[in-house]
């Protein structure tokens, strides 16, 4: 206080005369040392404002953890678009189409390729980038459903009198379709249509005997019979429906929980029509299918019939039908075949390397006991090359660099899918995330490459942990570097390219090369 000349809030300045007498007093060490510190700021003081502020505060986190404590229900949320949508009585369900899809020709088409019955105005549903990966095109259509509303036959965009006629380029085009067993898919408040396959055990067509049902998705375009195209214009759609509780005096909920089809050919002549687009369907013994003929006009009827049913199965569950299908896009023939092939030329190159290791060690056997000085031969040179950099490190970092970028996407997705954030209802996201997912984990892969090539004293790591993300940009400088002759025999990409930057001149490359 006496240098700064000020003094503390409240106090005066003690100013002692010049000619006082001091008494001497006996000091400590430590009272000494704190005497040539210099002094502390003065703090404040707490004020009644900020107690104020401080118990308001605690206050509040009081009452919000009351509130938690004796909160009655707490209601999670849902991921978007994959919420459960409830429906009231005669409210519209609506039917959308996705692609058609065949598991010969692995080519998606847009449902409206083929001369299906249109509504009044097509629209298109925003779709993401999986979803855009995966086909889908998914779109309104003429269908029209409501909720525990059923539906005997109804025809679509056409009248008996009045049928649908299908040009000669349409009729082929249409025959081309079934000839490649396409399937057609569509989905009802996101879930997607089923075929049911009942397969008897015992060969009979018993009802009184076991039988085991499967499901299939999509349903089948048509089928072929004596190089005859026929097309399934009749689709039986089967909905079942969860009824949730509710309380007293309101409308009851229902969730759709399972979309089945049966697709039915019926030939124009067997279809009887009672006006306002209702039509009577023909015993199913009694009635011809509608045939195709790609070499002339044809006239057909699309129509279809609603039925509900009532279920068990919770919204929650009603996916579990639809994750145990087999599906028909896996090829396991050439799964079996590629293995197969694997496994031949790997028993192939054994017993070539088994030949020569054994052909190897005899003549060392017999060398030995000429003469011990002789200069090593064969597989006995492989000893020198382990600890040995590799001849262009930047190929070995950048493969290095991809598996790892490869493996840590995969890794990151399957724990996401096993938290359950990539739900099948979720269309196209696990499409989406693989895809971002890679991109990310460039920076990972290109980390590990450039430290690698670090490790076997490179000298370019920036261009090396580069490669890994833009392979391509790396092939094309080594062009410019590479002679005629290399390029030409560059042609497997990049390990031929690489191999030519990371070569100490171009003159040293052709020699190697040579």
Request: hydrophobic letters at 40%; proline letters at 5%.
């Amino acid at each position: 206080e006496r240098r700064g000349g000020k003094t503390g809030p409240g106090r005066k300045a003690e100013v002692r005369p010049e000619g006082a007498s001091r008494r001497p007093v006996a000091v400590s060490m430590e009272s000494a040392a704190s005497a040539n510190r210099e002094p502390l700021p003065p703090t404040s003081a707490p004020t009644r404002g900020s107690k104020m502020a401080a118990s308001g505060v605690l206050g509040k986190l009081t009452c919000a953890l009351a509130l938690l404590l004796w909160c009655p229900e707490a209601r999670g949320f849902y991921v978007p678009g994959v919420a459960p949508m409830n429906f009231h009585k005669n409210a519209v369900v609506e039917i959308k189409a996705v692609k058609l899809t065949s598991s010969r020709t692995q080519l998606p088409y847009e449902y409206y390729s083929l001369p299906f019955c249109e509504p009044k105005e097509i629209k298109y549903k925003a779709e993401n980038l999986g979803e855009v990966l995966r086909g889908d095109r998914i779109v309104n259509t003429p269908f029209q459903v409501h909720m525990t509303i059923e539906k005997k036959c109804e025809i679509l965009c056409s009248s008996l009198d009045a049928p649908l006629v299908l040009s000669e380029k349409q009729s082929k085009l249409i025959a081309e379709r079934i000839q490649e067993d396409y399937y057609v898919h569509l989905i009802a408040d996101n879930l997607p249509v089923a075929t049911r396959l009942e397969f008897y055990l015992n060969r009979e067509e018993d009802k009184s005997k076991e039988k085991d049902i499967q499901f299939e998705h999509g349903y089948r375009l048509g089928f072929m019979d004596n190089n005859k195209f026929y097309l399934h214009n009749h689709l039986s759609f089967i909905l079942y429906y969860h009824r949730e509780d509710v309380e007293e005096n309101q409308e009851p909920n229902y969730r759709v929980v399972r979309f089945e089809v049966i697709p039915q050919s019926i030939k124009l002549a067997d279809l009887k029509a009672e006006g306002n687009g209702v039509c009577i369907l023909p015993e199913a013994a009694s009635s011809a299918p509608q045939e195709i003929d790609p070499t002339k006009e044809n006239k057909l009827l699309f129509t279809y019939s609603v039925r509900w049913e009532e279920s068990d199965i919770k919204w929650a569950s009603r996916w579990d039908t639809y994750l145990t299908m087999s599906d028909v896009q896996i090829h396991w023939f050439s799964i079996i075949n590629s293995v197969v092939v694997v496994f031949f030329l790997s028993g192939i190159l054994s017993m070539i390397i088994i030949r020569t290791l054994r052909k190897d060690i005899a003549n060392y056997n017999k060398e030995d006991d000429i003469e011990d000085t002789m200069e090593e031969s064969g597989w006995k040179l492989v000893h020198g090359d382990v600890f040995r950099p590799p001849q262009y490190p930047m190929i070995l970092s950048s493969l290095l660099g991809s598996g790892i970028q490869l493996f840590c996407m995969i890794l990151i997705v399957i724990f996401v899918a096993m938290l359950g954030m990539l739900s099948p209802s979720s269309r196209g996201a696990l499409m989406t995330t693989a895809c971002f997912l890679f991109m990310f984990m460039g920076v990972f892969g290109g980390f590990s490459a450039g430290r690698l090539y670090r490790t076997l004293k490179g000298h370019r790591w920036k261009k090396g942990a580069f490669c890994v993300s833009a392979p391509a940009v790396c092939r094309q400088g080594c062009g410019t570097q590479m002679g005629s002759g290399a390029q030409e025999r560059g042609r497997d990409g990049i390990l031929i390219c690489t191999a030519s930057k990371i070569a100490s001149s171009p003159g040293s490359f052709r020699s190697k090369a040579k």
